[in-house]
């Protein structure tokens, strides 16, 4: 008897808790109907606190911008990805894609979009990104700690908002929008360094942005650092030499500009380039050694640094070439036939991909790794135990 009373009460309390859920949805629906006008507001005010002001020093690519804004335009397409290494500049394009939808500043587009802004950040719960969605929306939950609840009020408030896009920035996991209470039809742009968030999310789109050419990077280098700067007679040498101390990324070049905004002697600007080197500085290294940390496995963690240390002479290698490397220095060692090595071999290689600790060259055959990345591996490896059991005498560090 006791038994059945449990039963018939746990009963009466999911159907109160059901009528919780109906009621809120539907309170939250009517505020979003009511109050239209103050919701709007609330999404574009709302997320104003987390946006970064992009500065007229920046060089936005203007392609990217207008790559991304045509896919938005598209009704087929509800899932874009903005994907690329640490520092090369991500967030602050989709920061200047944010600002602009914020500002009704899409010239080709008629559809007005209201946008939110996620950090996402790692190690993220389902709990803690509705928590997060719901302040850039303005949502209240009252203090609803159930994932489930969340969901459905999240889920009806957004469904009730009209076209909106949300932006969910350094995003270091996938997730299922719907246990997050996104409706289907929301418009999101996900970015992140790792490909494979793109293909579990099901982004129709990914945009993969690359380094800066020599000329850009003096571009960026010059914007940072002020004026005055095309007139030193030493520009030429300079120029290659910023190009080549930071490799196009824009996290390094804004770095090393940084750097030497107080060098105002010409003459030391040489001097102070050839000396200078970005992974040196612990933001640089930092952002770039997170990738590294993330793999969270120490095999691929040593298949990484081996590979820094071969490309450190060869520019590329192909897939093959890298494989029989690894397995020769027996790091891919405890599977029992070859050919398993060999498949273990492209499955380390496709995940040291898609974190963009490498990268392929355009012919997609040969594999290359940044010159940062390298000298990031390289700058691992002399801290660490490994230098003594990894690196054969013959390689100099
Ligand atoms: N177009 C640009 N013009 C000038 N500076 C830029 C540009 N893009 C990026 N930067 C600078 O490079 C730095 C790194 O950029 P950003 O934070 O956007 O990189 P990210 O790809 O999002 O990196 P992470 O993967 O670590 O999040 C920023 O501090 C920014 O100042
Ligand atoms: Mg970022």
């Given at each position: 008897m006791?038994?059945v009373?449990?039963?018939?009460?746990?009963?009466?309390v999911?159907?109160?808790?059901?009528h919780?859920?109906?009621?809120?949805v539907?309170?939250?629906?009517?505020?979003?109907?009511l109050?239209?006008?103050?919701a709007?507001e609330?999404?574009?005010?709302?997320?104003?606190?987390k946006r970064?002001k992009?500065?007229?020093?920046?060089?936005?690519?203007?392609?990217?911008?207008?790559?991304?804004i045509?896919?938005?335009?598209?009704n087929?397409?509800?899932?874009i990805?903005?994907?690329?290494m640490?520092g090369?500049?991500?967030t602050?394009l989709?920061?200047?894609?944010?600002t602009?939808?914020s500002?009704?500043d899409?010239?080709?587009?008629d559809?007005?979009?209201?946008s939110?802004?996620?950090?996402?950040?790692?190690?993220?719960?389902v709990?803690?990104?509705?928590?997060?969605?719901?302040?850039?929306?303005?949502?209240?939950f009252?203090d609803?700690?159930?994932v489930?609840?969340?969901a459905?009020?999240?889920?009806?408030?957004?469904?009730?908002?009209?076209?909106?896009i949300?932006f969910?920035?350094d995003l270091?996991?996938?997730?299922?929008?719907?246990d997050v209470?996104?409706?289907?039809q929301?418009k999101?742009i996900?970015?992140?360094?790792l490909?494979?968030?793109?293909?579990i999310l099901?982004c129709?789109?990914?945009?993969?942005i690359e380094t800066?050419?020599?000329?850009?990077?003096?571009?960026v280098f010059q914007?940072?650092?002020?004026?005055?700067?095309?007139?030193l007679?030493e520009v030429?040498?300079?120029?290659k030499?910023v190009?080549h101390?930071?490799?196009?990324l824009?996290?390094a070049?804004?770095?090393l500009?940084n750097?030497m905004?107080?060098?105002?002697?010409a003459?030391?600007w040489?001097?102070?380039?050839?000396?200078?080197d970005p992974?040196q500085n612990?933001d640089v290294?930092?952002?770039?050694?997170?990738?590294?940390?993330r793999?969270n496995?120490?095999k691929?963690?040593?298949?990484?640094?081996?590979?820094a240390?071969?490309?450190k002479?060869?520019s590329?290698?192909?897939r093959?070439?890298l494989?029989?490397?690894?397995?020769?220095?027996?790091l891919?060692?405890?599977?029992?036939?070859?050919?398993?090595?060999?498949d273990?071999?492209?499955?380390?290689?496709?995940?040291?991909?898609?974190?963009?600790?490498?990268?392929t060259?355009?012919d997609?055959?040969?594999?290359?790794m940044?010159?940062?990345v390298?000298?990031?591996?390289?700058?691992?490896?002399?801290?660490?135990?490994?230098?003594?059991?990894?690196?054969?005498?013959?390689?100099?560090?």
């Amino acid at each position: 008897m006791p038994s059945v009373i449990a039963l018939v009460d746990s009963i009466l309390v999911s159907i109160s808790s059901f009528h919780n859920v109906l009621y809120d949805v539907r309170r939250m629906k009517r505020t979003a109907i009511l109050d239209e006008q103050s919701a709007m507001e609330s999404v574009s005010l709302q997320p104003e606190k987390k946006r970064r002001k992009v500065q007229p020093s920046l060089s936005i690519n203007l392609e990217y911008v207008n790559r991304i804004i045509g896919w938005l335009g598209n009704n087929e397409i509800s899932t874009i990805g903005i994907h690329g290494m640490g520092g090369i500049g991500k967030t602050t394009l989709a920061i200047e894609l944010y600002t602009r939808l914020s500002n009704h500043d899409i010239p080709s587009s008629d559809d007005n979009y209201a946008s939110a802004w996620v950090s996402v950040g790692i190690d993220f719960t389902v709990f803690q990104l509705q928590q997060k969605i719901a302040s850039a929306f303005g949502i209240d939950f009252q203090d609803d700690k159930d994932v489930i609840r969340r969901a459905s009020i999240l889920n009806a408030f957004l469904s009730g908002l009209g076209k909106y896009i949300l932006f969910l920035d350094d995003l270091w996991g996938d997730f299922r929008p719907e246990d997050v209470g996104i409706p289907r039809q929301c418009k999101l742009i996900l970015i992140s360094r790792l490909l494979d968030v793109f293909r579990i999310l099901r982004c129709q789109k990914i945009l993969k942005i690359e380094t800066r050419s020599e000329e850009e990077t003096w571009q960026v280098f010059q914007h940072c650092i002020g004026h005055g700067v095309s007139n030193l007679k030493e520009v030429p040498s300079c120029k290659k030499l910023v190009y080549h101390k930071c490799a196009g990324l824009p996290l390094a070049i804004i770095t090393l500009a940084n750097n030497m905004r107080g060098v105002v002697d010409a003459s030391r600007w040489r001097e102070f380039l050839e000396i200078m080197d970005p992974i040196q500085n612990i933001d640089v290294f930092s952002r770039l050694k997170l990738s590294y940390e993330r793999l969270n496995n120490i095999k691929l963690q040593r298949c990484f640094l081996y590979s820094a240390l071969y490309l450190k002479d060869k520019s590329l290698v192909s897939r093959e070439e890298l494989i029989r490397l690894w397995i020769g220095k027996r790091l891919i060692n405890d599977v029992p036939s070859l050919q398993a090595q060999f498949d273990m071999g492209h499955s380390i290689l496709n995940k040291l991909l898609n974190s963009c600790l490498l990268e392929t060259c355009q012919d997609n055959k040969n594999i290359k790794m940044h010159d940062l990345v390298r000298r990031l591996a390289i700058s691992i490896l002399r801290d660490s135990n490994m230098v003594k059991t990894c690196i054969p005498s013959k390689w100099e560090l």
